[in-house]
């Protein structure tokens, strides 16, 4: 379990590193479309279709307005995801991972380039006066659209960090 100390909202990342293997190269490129969509808490999802050699949802990142039940905290969670593809079954996926944290998202294509859902994030966490609580998004609704890339994006990376005397930095990652 882990402790998160803050009096509003709190960034969580879960970066999912290992799982479902991505695909091989060739099976990459061409055929790969990426999707924007918002929750119904305004917040954004992101996530490709890779559309050769069997159709696959591939989750790129999310976020999503928490609450832990006992000492009602506010949580904002940032949740990105690395090298995992599902199978899409007759117009819908459903990807979960459980492994001490509970992540869902579960969806319906409605047409080529419409799709909507419900997505849901979950941890423990240990209260000051050391009792457990669950951390909750409960199903939060999400509706998209396909938004075909012109051009590929580079990957920038920037760590902030604030110091015990309160100056920030701010580095670039390469």
Known sequence: MRRIRTSALVGLVALALVAAPAAP?????GNREVW???TDQHLPLKFSVQTSQGARFIPHHYMVKMRCLESGQRVLAWIGFVGFEV????GEFDFTLRFGEFIQ???EFLSRTTASGTLAFEFAQVTPDRQAELCTSGDVPWAGRAKPEVEPLADVHFKATR???GSVTIERLD
């Open 105 to 107: 998202i579960k969806g």
């Open 36 to 38: 924007q969509a918002r």
């Open 87 to 90: 199978p899409i079954k007759d």
């Open 163 to 165: 110091h015990a005397d």
């Open 25 to 29: 190269a060739e099976a990459r490129g």
